[in-house]
């Protein structure tokens, strides 16, 4: 006699695919991804992306579900600025598509490589109004370096080959993928296209014309000999190229000060006497005042952007000579006149430059140099016992360790983490320098604990930017990601709050996370202490999500609990009741020059 | 400065938005544009004529190589070029003055392409000059309707 029972499902993990085997347009991508070298993805399933959803969970990739698309793309934001490698993507059509929007823009105004792949209603259906259709193409142009509309299954292995050589060569960006539901359920032979060949496209073609005899690089090497108060003015291009040692060979030689941008920072190591740090609006004082000083600059993979020029009348009065190294022509005379352009990959340009240079002794520069950064460090002092966001920092900095990766949202605690992490080693800083998105702290760190599994991934963030991403905690707690979060709570918007006080007569309007219903319009007695009770609750938000957190309230607890959630093991998080009016300087106004720099309150 | 732009790029759908919206999103007005496909199915080509300063212009050709589906931007303004542009006018006419519109357009070489009660339409095919001349010497005539194709242009070499 036999018993029935009902089958258990039976579904056998992803074989890798022969060549010229029939398959649907679902598996195809999933084996194209397999082929593309995908170890890890990001995404969040639905409706019309559930073909390949059904061979994901077989696929040897590793899938993190996130909570929220938009959590699921910086997480692939955050593990392609560690690996260098793209990120990747999967959700479904329309609201799963515009999600990730913000987290496209993110990754493309810092030029992060990313393939974010989106579901799509049949292709019989789109431009109808479908449940859940979104004209993702439309939507995803302006902020991506590329995208598709797949009409035809036999396209599909070239366009995610193309996608993922679009994405990571010439200056890096996110490309989307958009995948409409008939086209994956369709069936086609598998072929995998062996070389890439776009003809719009050819970066390689810039890459491979540099060398020691390029007429540009002679002249710019003849003028870095030639300049007397050089200053090289590294970005995040130099991290991407991986130009960091030629960057730092270059300012060792030649003894040129190096200062950096957002996201430059790491490409030269701060603790060297030639290091500047930042520069720009929340730069160091010694930074602005070198560039302002120098005759010669020497841009490399970085695009003199507004945060960093001010007032562009005012910038560099005395430079006699701009050099620009960029791979992306449209970055160089965009918003400051070339004088020596090189364009091309600034390991290669770098190299090149160094097989014409010869040791230079600038020591009046030098001097200049260390004057100003001893004269006007970064401060820190502060004269009271309460819990400075600095203070934090600093205490992070040194307890976790030369190794660690950092991660920021977006603010006040950003410029502290620019000014007090000591930036040592490349692809270790990740911010959302462009775009500024609040909310990408958490999930980026997720992705890059995800990359770097080893090393610790310290986030710190704000009050306000952690909420815009909390959900990802339950993300981080059940595939074990023991990311470390730091939350310097001030109980404010801080940043737009610092401008309120500066630029708007200290009228707090919407920028008290205190403020509650009961609450005047116009609060006339700010930080007065009378204020309603901080919600939510962020250590117990954290442990619902099955984290272990902390509240720290005095100043002697900062290092203890920075060295527990060091020790221990799983994601950690600290909620630091800080100081709620400190403010970041020194400061530049926007659009204006290096003359208007404040340094303090006391000089308004 | 007037710069005639040059487009080779993939005939393939959604690269004309691509162009337009690069164009818009900086604020770069376009004069006109002109789109068909060349002797090489796969390749569409482009007249582009917009109006900006030298850096302007630079920025724009930049903006368009970089477009992955563009293959090939030519500034004609700085290169030997000819450039033509089509335009079709309809003119008011009555038996009396029929024969004054055909000699004009017969002295600017412009071709009759259709004639009705009331009305005659004319096709030029020259510069912008001339085409302007044209519009000026029958404007008296009173001008129905007046399309013209946007300037068309090649590289004389």
Same mark, same amino acid.
């Given at each position: 006699?036999?018993?029935?029972?009902?089958?258990?499902? !039976?579904?056998?993990?992803?074989?890798?695919?022969?060549?010229?085997?029939?398959?649907?347009?679902?598996?195809?991508?999933? !084996?194209?991804?397999?082929?593309?070298?995908?170890?890890? #993805?990001?995404?969040?399933?639905?409706?019309?992306?559930?073909?390949?959803?059904?061979?994901?969970?077989?696929?040897?990739?590793?899938?993190?579900?996130?909570?929220?698309?938009?959590?699921?793309?910086?997480?692939?934001?955050?593990?392609?600025?560690?690996?260098?490698?793209?990120?990747?993507?999967?959700?479904?059509?329309?609201?799963?598509?515009?999600?990730?929007?913000?987290?496209?823009?993110?990754?493309?105004?810092?030029?992060?490589?990313?393939?974010?792949?989106?579901?799509?209603?049949?292709?019989?259906?789109?431009?109808?109004?479908?449940?859940?259709?979104?004209?993702?193409?439309?939507?995803?142009?302006?902020?991506?370096?590329?995208?598709?509309?797949?009409?035809?299954?036999?396209?599909? #292995?070239?366009?995610?080959?193309?996608?993922?050589?679009?994405?990571?060569?010439?200056?890096?960006?996110?490309?989307?993928?958009?995948?409409?539901?008939?086209?994956?359920?369709? !069936?086609?032979?598998?072929?995998?296209?062996?070389?890439?060949?776009?003809?719009?496209?050819?970066?390689?073609?810039?890459?491979?014309?540099?060398?020691?005899?390029?007429?540009?690089?002679?002249?710019?090497?003849?003028?870095?000999?030639?300049?007397?108060?050089?200053?090289?003015?590294?970005?995040?291009?130099?991290?991407?190229?991986?130009?960091?040692?030629?960057?730092?060979?270059? #300012?060792?030689?030649?003894?040129?000060?190096?200062?950096?941008?957002?996201?430059?920072?790491?490409?030269?190591?701060?603790?060297?006497?030639?290091?500047?740090?930042?520069?720009?609006?929340?730069?160091?004082?010694?930074?602005?005042?070198?560039?302002?000083?120098?005759?010669?600059?020497?841009?490399?993979?970085?695009?003199?952007?507004?945060?960093?020029?001010?007032?562009?009348?005012?910038?560099?009065? /005395?430079?006699?000579?701009?050099?620009?190294?960029?791979?992306?022509?449209?970055?160089?005379?965009?918003?400051?006149?070339?004088?020596?352009?090189?364009?091309?990959?600034?390991?290669?340009?770098?190299?090149?430059?160094?097989?014409?240079?010869?040791?230079?002794?600038?020591?009046?520069?030098?001097?200049?140099?260390?004057?100003?950064?001893?004269?006007?460090?970064?401060?820190?002092?502060?004269?009271?016992?309460?819990?400075?966001?600095?203070?934090?920092?600093?205490?992070?900095?040194?307890?976790?360790?030369?190794?660690?990766?950092?991660?920021?949202?977006?603010? /006040?605690?950003?410029?502290?983490?620019?000014?007090?992490?000591?930036?040592?080693?490349?692809?270790?800083?990740?911010?959302?320098?462009?775009?500024?998105?609040?909310?990408?702290?958490?999930?980026?760190?997720?992705?890059?604990?995800?990359?770097?599994?080893?090393?610790?991934?310290?986030?710190?963030?704000?009050?306000?930017?952690?909420?815009?991403?909390?959900?990802?905690?339950?993300?981080?707690?059940?595939?074990?990601?023991?990311?470390?979060?730091?939350?310097?709570?001030?109980?404010?918007?801080?940043?737009?709050? /610092?401008?309120?006080?500066?630029?708007?007569?200290?009228?707090?309007?919407?920028?008290?996370?205190?403020? %509650?219903?009961?609450?005047?319009?116009?609060?006339?007695?700010?930080?007065?202490?009378?204020?309603?009770?901080?919600?939510?609750?962020?250590?117990?938000?954290?442990?619902?999500?099955?984290?272990?957190?902390?509240?720290?309230?005095?100043?002697?607890?900062?290092?203890?609990?920075?060295?527990?959630?060091?020790?221990?093991?799983?994601?950690?998080?600290?909620?630091?009741?800080?100081?709620?009016?400190?403010?970041?300087?020194?400061?530049?106004?926007?659009?204006?020059?290096?003359?208007?720099?404040?340094?303090?309150?006391?000089?308004? | 400065?007037?710069?005639?732009?040059?487009?080779?790029?993939?005939? %393939?759908?959604?690269?004309?938005?691509?162009?337009?919206?690069?164009?818009?999103?900086?604020?770069?007005?376009?004069?006109?544009?002109?789109?068909?496909?060349?002797?090489?199915?796969?390749?569409?080509?482009?007249?582009?004529?917009?109006?900006?300063?030298?850096?302007?212009?630079? /920025?724009?050709?930049?903006?368009?190589?970089?477009?992955?589906?563009?293959?090939?931007?030519?500034?004609?303004?700085?290169?030997?070029?000819?450039?033509?542009?089509?335009?079709?006018?309809?003119?008011?006419?009555?038996?009396?003055?029929?024969?004054?519109?055909? !000699?004009?357009?017969?002295?600017?070489?412009?071709?009759?392409?259709?004639?009705?009660?009331?009305?005659?339409?004319?096709?030029?095919?020259?510069?912008?000059?001339?085409?302007?001349?044209?519009?000026?010497?029958?404007?008296?005539?009173?001008?129905?309707?007046?399309?013209?194709?946007?300037?068309?242009?090649?590289?004389?070499?």
């Amino acid at each position: 006699m036999t018993t029935e029972t009902t089958p258990k499902p !039976q579904h056998p993990p992803l074989e890798p695919a022969t060549e010229g085997q029939v398959l649907s347009g679902a598996e195809i991508l999933v !084996q194209s991804l397999m082929r593309a070298g995908v170890d890890v #993805a990001f995404g969040y399933p639905g409706g019309a992306i559930m073909d390949t959803f059904h061979f994901l969970n077989r696929s040897p990739i590793e899938f993190i579900l996130s909570r929220h698309e938009q959590g699921a793309t910086h997480m692939a934001d955050g593990y392609a600025r560690v690996t260098g490698k793209a990120g990747v993507v999967i959700v479904t059509s329309g609201p799963g598509a515009t999600n990730t929007i913000t987290g496209i823009a993110t990754a493309n105004m810092d030029s992060v490589p990313l393939v974010v792949i989106t579901g799509q209603v049949p292709t019989t259906m789109v431009g109808n109004d479908a449940f859940q259709e979104a004209d993702v193409v439309g939507i995803t142009r302006p902020i991506s370096k590329h995208n598709y509309l797949i009409n035809d299954v036999r396209d599909v #292995a070239r366009v995610v080959r193309e996608a993922f050589h679009i994405a990571t060569t010439g200056r890096p960006g996110p490309v989307v993928i958009d995948f409409p539901k008939d086209v994956q359920q369709a !069936q086609t032979a598998f072929h995998w296209p062996e070389s890439v060949d776009i003809r719009g496209y050819r970066p390689d073609r810039l890459e491979k014309k540099i060398s020691p005899s390029h007429p540009m690089v002679q002249k710019a090497a003849k003028a870095i000999m030639r300049a007397k108060r050089p200053v090289l003015y590294v970005g995040g291009g130099a991290v991407i190229a991986g130009a960091s040692e030629e960057v730092t060979a270059l #300012a060792r030689r030649c003894q040129i000060p190096v200062t950096t941008t957002l996201t430059g920072l790491g490409a030269f190591p701060e603790d060297d006497p030639l290091s500047l740090q930042m520069l720009g609006m929340h730069g160091t004082e010694y930074a602005n005042y070198a560039v302002d000083q120098c005759d010669t600059i020497i841009a490399v993979g970085a695009r003199f952007d507004d945060r960093v020029t001010g007032k562009i009348a005012e910038f560099m009065p /005395q430079c006699e000579c701009v050099i620009h190294i960029d791979i992306d022509p449209s970055s160089i005379s965009k918003n400051i006149q070339v004088d020596i352009p090189i364009t091309g990959d600034a390991k290669a340009c770098l190299a090149a430059l160094l097989e014409l240079v010869e040791p230079t002794e600038r020591s009046e520069w030098a001097e200049q140099v260390l004057a100003w950064k001893k004269h006007h460090p970064l401060r820190e002092e502060f004269g009271d016992d309460e819990i400075h966001p600095q203070r934090v920092i600093s205490a992070i900095d040194e307890i976790a360790g030369p190794d660690k990766i950092t991660v920021t949202d977006v603010g /006040q605690h950003q410029m502290w983490a620019c000014h007090f992490i000591t930036h040592l080693r490349p692809r270790s800083w990740l911010s959302s320098g462009g775009l500024g998105t609040m909310g990408y702290g958490l999930p980026a760190a997720i992705g890059a604990k995800v990359a770097a599994p080893d090393r610790a991934v310290w986030c710190i963030s704000g009050d306000g930017g952690i909420q815009m991403n909390m959900q990802e905690m339950t993300t981080a707690a059940l595939n074990e990601i023991a990311v470390k979060v730091a939350v310097l709570n001030n109980q404010y918007l801080g940043m737009v709050r /610092q401008w309120q006080q500066l630029f708007y007569g200290r009228n707090y309007s919407y920028t008290c996370l205190r403020r %509650r219903s009961i609450c005047e319009k116009v609060c006339r007695d700010p930080g007065s202490g009378k204020c309603q009770a901080y919600l939510p609750n962020i250590v117990a938000m954290a442990e619902a999500c099955g984290w272990q957190a902390q509240r720290v309230e005095r100043r002697a607890g900062i290092r203890d609990a920075i060295q527990w959630a060091e020790e221990t093991p799983g994601p950690v998080l600290l909620e630091f009741s800080v100081h709620r009016e400190d403010n970041v300087w020194p400061m530049i106004p926007a659009g204006q020059g290096v003359k208007k720099m404040m340094r303090g309150m006391e000089l308004i | 400065m007037r710069h005639v732009i040059s487009a080779q790029v993939e005939n %393939r759908f959604g690269v004309l938005a691509h162009i337009a919206g690069l164009f818009a999103a900086r604020g770069y007005n376009i004069e006109s544009l002109a789109v068909g496909p060349t002797h090489d199915p796969s390749i569409s080509r482009m007249t582009i004529v917009v109006t900006g300063s030298d850096r302007v212009l630079e /920025q724009v050709n930049k903006q368009l190589n970089k477009l992955i589906d563009v293959i090939r931007v030519q500034d004609l303004t700085a290169e030997e070029h000819v450039e033509r542009e089509l335009v079709l006018l309809r003119v008011k006419s009555n038996p009396k003055t029929r024969g004054e519109i055909a !000699q004009i357009a017969e002295l600017f070489d412009a071709r009759i392409v259709d004639v009705r009660p009331g009305a005659i339409t004319l096709m030029i095919a020259d510069t912008q000059d001339r085409i302007t001349a044209l519009t000026e010497m029958v404007r008296p005539y009173g001008i129905h309707e007046l399309v013209r194709s946007g300037s068309l242009a090649l590289a004389r070499t």
